[in-house]
């Protein structure tokens, strides 16, 4: 079992992964959603895996959605920081 440190860092680097392109699709959409799901705490992820629900509803990711989505994980990060 991973330490809550543990877990930052392995989503900070996951982020920082699908993030490299500027751009997030489907798949990539997916792989953060599950990851969230996985590691969620209470409701802690609750508003960004409902986003990401949201916008995956059609299957695909439109360039609106997917510089929310990077916003969100960026938002994410820092919440997460701060909690350090």
């Known amino acids: 079992m991973m330490t809550r440190e543990e877990e930052r860092a392995e989503f900070w680097l996951l ?5 490299q392109d500027s751009s ?9 959603k599950r990851w969230l799901e996985e590691h969620q705490q209470g409701d802690e992820f609750a508003m960004t895996i409902a986003r990401l629900d949201a916008f995956m509803a059609d299957g695909y990711i439109d360039p609106r959605e997917s510089r929310t989505i990077a916003d ?3 938002r994410l990060l820092a919440q997460m920081r701060q909690r350090v």
């Open 72 to 74: 969100s994980l960026g």
């Open 24 to 32: 997030i699709d489907a798949e990539e959409a997916r792989v953060i």
């Open 15 to 19: 982020t920082k992964a699908i993030l």
